[in-house]
């Protein structure tokens, strides 16, 4: 069980990355097609 709470925040880091990365993709797609 010691590993398990490294795994955990591990993994949410990974996610907070990836949510951030395809939000800022998104939103420059998004400025790209408007103009």
Known sequence: ????VLETVMGAVVL???A???FFAY???Q????K
Not at 1 to 4: V, Y
């Open 1 to 4: 069980m010691k590993g398990n």
């Open 27 to 29: 939103n420059t797609s």
């Open 16 to 18: 907070v990355v990836a």
């Open 31 to 34: 400025l790209r097609a408007v």
């Open 20 to 22: 951030l990365f395809l």
